[in-house]
């Protein structure tokens, strides 16, 4: 369901709903034919900030052949001037002003460890080659970096989860989620703090904690009016919807630290956060994350996380254990041990073929059965 923006974002979701609101229903079609007959807004370039100016500065380095240092500055600089042209005419740059912000953001590169810059020549680091195939400013970057690095030698699972869920709150998607909602959650987690006569935690680390605390919340199953009771004012100002949002935002960035952690070596971490971003996409705990994601119940999609639970403890924990009952005792057999709703089970073998039909190594699994 469209929340707020553009309807799904281009090359990462196939699509999106938009719902136009009518008050009188006779006037609802002629409402939306006014909505679609609009002019298209003008769509400029976002505002160049530090985070951005690294970014085109960085995507130079890869875009130009001749490595040198004179020549991603050349590239970088035309490409900042015609943004800034293009959201405004009028706005002029001296080439003296631009190339030293790129120097800085070069440096800065540097210093992140994203690139090498010897007698001119830029070099990419074996992370800056592993970080340019995920969509993360430069900013994003290193603090994931450093957090991994950090966690190199760690041996419990426990703390490597915390520092994950801890990393990816300052990341991305979560890192521009509305400032209301994230305010209200830490305003609600240092208000128990101080009501339990706890400690407050350094300041530059209480936005992660918050929304740490309400996410580990939702992958141990708690219950979305739960969360909102012990994680928001109640001042409605954080509905259901952000729950939800938070997670999957969350499972977004995970998985990018999962690959980010398998191309740097970390096998352990690439593990745990991939485990974590099925988790934090569908509010479940790890028992209920099938060894093999193609066999996993989350890609039935009426099947929600009370559901899963629900199956999981009658023994199907997985879709080839609902395909094996299915082939060998009939569709009734599934519906009486699923103790499912009485449309749920037709809707939900109908999904398991289609997926089978279309899914060649799911379809091999099941011929094995």
């Known amino acids: 369901m469209q929340y707020r923006g553009r309807a799904a ?3 990462k979701s196939r699509g999106g709903n938009v719902y136009v609101f009518s008050e009188e ?4 079609s002629d409402k939306i034919r006014q909505f679609l007959s609009k002019p298209v807004e003008d769509v400029f370039p976002p505002y160049l ?10 995507l130079s380095c890869r875009r130009v052949a001749e490595k040198t240092k004179k020549a991603v ?5 035309d490409l900042l001037k015609n943004l800034l042209a293009f959201r405004n005419p009028q706005f002029r740059i001296r080439d003296s002003h631009v190339n030293n912000l790129l120097n800085s953001a070069l440096k800065n590169l540097e210093v992140m460890g994203l ?6 020549k830029i070099v990419s680091t074996k992370a800056g080659t592993s970080l340019s195939k995920i969509d993360w400013v430069p900013s994003d970057s290193y603090t994931v970096l450093k957090t991994l690095k950090k966690l190199s030698s760690e041996k419990s699972d426990e703390k490597i989860k915390r520092w994950l869920l ?6 991305g998607l979560l890192k521009k989620f509305d400032r209301n909602r994230i305010a209200d959650i830490i305003f609600t987690y240092i208000r128990n703090l101080r009501k339990n006569k706890n400690k407050l935690p350094p300041r530059n680390a209480v936005r992660g904690l918050a929304v740490s605390s309400l996410l580990f919340q939702w992958i141990d199953e708690a219950s979305i009016e739960q969360i909102l009771k012990t994680s928001t004012t ?3 100002i954080v509905h259901d919807e952000d729950i939800r949002k938070l997670g999957n935002y969350a499972s977004v960035e995970m998985r990018k630290i999962a690959l980010l952690s398998e191309d740097l070596g970390y096998k352990k971490m690439a593990d745990i956060a991939y485990k974590l971003a099925v988790r934090l996409k569908r509010g479940v705990k790890e028992d209920l994350v099938s060894k093999e994601p193609i066999t996993d119940l989350s ?3 009426d099947i929600g996380r009370r559901r899963s639970r629900l199956l999981h403890e009658l023994g199907f924990r997985n879709l080839l254990d609902i395909y094996s009952l299915v082939f060998s005792k009939g569709e009734q057999a599934f519906a009486k041990k699923s103790k499912s709703p009485k449309e749920l089970p037709s809707k939900i073998i109908e999904q398991l073929r289609s997926l089978v039909q279309s899914d060649p190594a799911l379809s091999e699994l099941c011929r094995k059965l």
């Open 49 to 58: 900030d530090l985070d951005r100016l690294e970014w085109i500065a960085l």
């Open 9 to 11: 974002r281009i090359g």
């Open 25 to 28: 229903r006779n006037s609802a």
């Open 234 to 236: 109640g001042s409605d």
């Open 115 to 120: 690139l090498s810059i010897r007698r001119n």
């Open 166 to 171: 801890f990393t990816v709150c300052y990341i």
């Open 299 to 301: 890609r039935l999609e």
């Open 73 to 77: 500055i050349a590239h970088a600089r």
